[in-house]
């Protein structure tokens, strides 16, 4: 098994560690970042009105989701 080695340390298992680390660093980074608007954001004030269905958008999108679920099938059915 071939070892990599720097000044005569054996880094076997040191980039695996530093991998792992950076990752969780990462997440945890931006797991922080993610609530930073949550802080800034002010309180609801005043009178807040209720929008009507907007049932043209439903079915906008309930087109696109059969759309894509008719395209996902007929694709499965060419690769077999």
Not at 1 to 23: D, E, F
Not at 38 to 56: F, T, Y
Request: proline letters at 2%; hydrophobic letters at 50%; glycine letters at 8%.
């Amino acid at each position: 098994m071939l070892q990599q080695q720097y000044n005569g340390v054996a880094l076997k298992g040191l980039s695996k560690r530093i991998g792992k680390l950076s990752t969780a660093a990462s997440l945890t980074l931006m797991g922080l970042m993610a609530q930073m608007p949550a802080w800034a954001a002010g309180a609801l004030e005043g009178e807040v009105k209720k929008q009507p269905l907007n049932i043209s958008a439903i079915i906008m999108f309930l087109i696109f989701v059969l759309a894509t679920l008719g395209i996902t099938y007929w694709a499965s059915k060419q690769n077999r």
